[in-house]
């Protein structure tokens, strides 16, 4: 199996709808798109990336997000290195439709309350609904390390629920150690490194912004 030396997981840079929640009322969420900033923000990750892949060959699967596709875009990588796919596992947790919101700030306040992990918005998807679905992807990628030829690299390039989640699945997290974790920032990315003994470890924490608060032993 040709398992990757790194995957690495990349949030999306700032959309106008990171800095005007009205914009749900008019727009659906697939189609906002960066702002300048977002597209500066994107810009400076893909420099590091360039530097961490050097003249390796990666595979990248993007969100099917306008936002996502400009921030990979962004990045400038060597298309004669690149494997794109989009992957709609890797979109955005569903809110609903066209979104009021009030209603969606009132919908957030009962999250917080009730658990980001357990709580399913009206119209659209609890945390653990994305779970589900970032687990299935995981076990799609996993099979494509039994290609001989897989590349040494896999980029990932999503939101911030489904990075967290898919380290949660990776590294088998409890829901209370995942409760615990904040989102990243706006083309903050995170690597999972394959060690000398064969494990893979992320290069830095997500930032915590409280003590898990585990139900049992799995804590």
């Not at 947790?93 to 306040?109: S, T, Y």
């Not at 088998?172 to 083309?187: I, Q, R």
């Amino acid at each position: 199996m040709a398992r990757p030396r790194r995957i690495v997981l990349v949030r999306h840079g700032e959309s106008t709808g990171n800095v005007d929640d009205t914009v749900y009322e008019r727009e659906p969420d697939h189609s906002l798109a960066l702002t300048d900033q977002g597209w500066r923000q994107a810009e400076e990750t893909g420099k590091r990336l360039r530097e961490v892949f050097g003249r390796e060959r990666l595979s990248v699967y993007v969100s099917p997000y306008r936002r996502t596709h400009e921030t990979f875009r962004a990045f400038h990588l060597d298309p004669d290195l690149v494997r794109v796919r989009e992957e709609p596992r890797l979109r955005e947790q569903d809110w609903g439709n066209w979104q009021d919101r009030d209603d969606v700030r009132l919908q957030k306040a009962y999250r917080d309350a009730y658990g980001h992990f357990f709580y399913r918005f009206a119209q659209g998807e609890s945390g653990a609904d994305v779970y589900d679905r970032v687990g299935g992807f995981l076990e799609s990628l996993y099979r494509s390390f039994e290609a001989p030829d897989h590349p040494p690299n896999v980029l990932l390039v999503t939101h911030g629920l489904a990075m967290r989640l898919f380290c949660m699945r990776w590294f088998h997290w409890t829901v209370a150690e995942f409760e615990s974790l904040s989102n990243p920032g706006n083309a903050e990315m995170r690597m999972l490194v394959l060690g000398d003994d064969g494990r893979y470890a992320l290069d830095r924490p997500f930032d915590s912004w409280r003590d898990p608060e585990p139900y049992g032993i799995t804590g």
